[in-house]
Nanobody, 125 residues
Framework: QVQLVESGGGLVQAGGSRRLSCAAS????????MGWFRQTPGKEREFVAF????????YYADSVKGRFTISRDNAKNTVYLEMNSLKPEDTAVYYC??????????????????WGQGTQVTVSS
């Protein structure tokens, strides 16, 4: 089992920045690929960013590329999502997920084995 706890959400003005954190406990954190997803009411969970076990590979959704940065600190069992130039359409509940065996479908929420409870990010215009 891996327990994930997101933090850092809140209200931010358009154009502003926010850093989300996801702290992991349980199994060895460095054995998991990590992803950030987001979800709004009535919609499916949407891929945002992915980072491989050792941080060598990172992928982003087109909608956040150039604005968001995913990183991880395996010594602290934490993955981060640095969000810049935020837009109202970035408003969502943000979730981190842990994937033990990536099959290349890093953008598919079904591939992830564990999820946190989510943290709300609201971007005001």
């Amino acid at each position: 089992q891996v327990q994930l706890v997101e933090s850092g959400g809140g209200l931010v003005q358009a154009g502003g920045s926010r850093r989300l954190s996801c702290a992991a406990s349980g199994r060895t954190f460095s054995n998991y690929h990590m992803g950030w997803f987001r979800q709004t009411p009535g919609k499916e969970r949407e891929f945002v960013a992915f980072i491989s076990m050792l941080g060598l590979h990172r992928y982003y959704a087109d909608s956040v590329k150039g604005r968001f940065t995913i990183s991880r600190d395996n010594a602290k069992n934490t993955v981060y999502l640095e969000m810049n130039s935020l837009k109202p359409e970035d408003t969502a509940v943000y979730y981190c997920g842990a994937d033990r065996t990536s099959n290349g479908r890093y953008y598919d929420a079904q591939e992830y084995d564990y999820w946190g409870q989510g943290t709300q990010v609201t971007v005001s215009s």
